[in-house]
């Protein structure tokens, strides 16, 4: 549940950055910014998972 936890989080945020612009709590910019601010930390505990399983993609091959 640990991984799922991330996911989720960051689903929810961005349903509720999208539904506080349709409401006019936000402008489209703040909207943004929260979408791609979420979407950076599931990617980024994507690349973590990746680190964990033994697969670092971002090795430098020599």
Same mark, same amino acid.
């Given at each position: @549940? =640990? *991984?799922? +936890?991330? &996911?989720?989080?960051? =689903?929810?945020?961005?349903?509720? =950055?999208? *539904? =506080? &612009?349709?409401?006019? !709590?936000? !402008?489209?910019? *703040? @909207?943004?910014?929260?979408? /791609?601010?979420?979407? *950076?930390? &599931? /990617?980024? +505990?994507?690349?973590? $998972? #990746?680190?964990?399983?033994?697969? !670092?993609? +971002? #090795?430098?091959? $020599?």
């Amino acid at each position: @549940m =640990a *991984g799922r +936890r991330t &996911y989720i989080i960051s =689903a929810v945020g961005i349903v509720s =950055a999208v *539904g =506080a &612009y349709l409401v006019g !709590d936000i !402008d489209v910019f *703040g @909207m943004l910014q929260t979408i /791609f601010t979420l979407g *950076g930390i &599931y /990617f980024l +505990r994507k690349s973590n $998972e #990746k680190e964990e399983h033994g697969q !670092d993609s +971002r #090795k430098i091959s $020599e």
